[in-house]
C-alpha cells in the first residue's frame, strides 16, 4: 500500500493501459472514449498528487 500512498495514480495508469490492450484487439464500443477518459483521470490524479506534495512539503524528502 505504500506505493498507492506514494503515487495514487498507479491502478487508473493500469487499468488505461490494460484497456488499451483490450481495446486495440476487440474493438470495444465507445474504447475511445474510455480510454481519453483513463488518461485525463490519471494526469488529474498525477497533477493533484504532485501539487499536493508540494503544499505540503513532501515532494522532495
Same mark, same amino acid.
Given at each position: 500500500?505504500?506505493? *498507492?500512498?506514494? *503515487?495514487? $495514480?498507479?491502478?487508473? =495508469?493500469?487499468?488505461?493501459?490494460? *484497456? ?18 483513463? *488518461?485525463?483521470?490519471? $494526469? ?7 501539487? =499536493?506534495?508540494?503544499?505540503?512539503? $513532501?515532494?522532495?524528502?
Amino acid at each position: 500500500m505504500e506505493s *498507492f500512498y506514494q *503515487f495514487p $495514480a498507479t491502478i487508473p =495508469f493500469l487499468f488505461c493501459v490494460i *484497456f488499451l490492450g483490450i481495446h486495440l484487439v476487440f474493438k470495444v464500443n465507445n474504447g475511445h472514449r474510455w480510454i481519453v477518459g483513463s *488518461f485525463g483521470l490519471t $494526469a488529474l490524479l498525477i497533477v493533484v498528487n504532485y501539487s =499536493f506534495k508540494l503544499y505540503t512539503g $513532501a515532494a522532495f524528502h
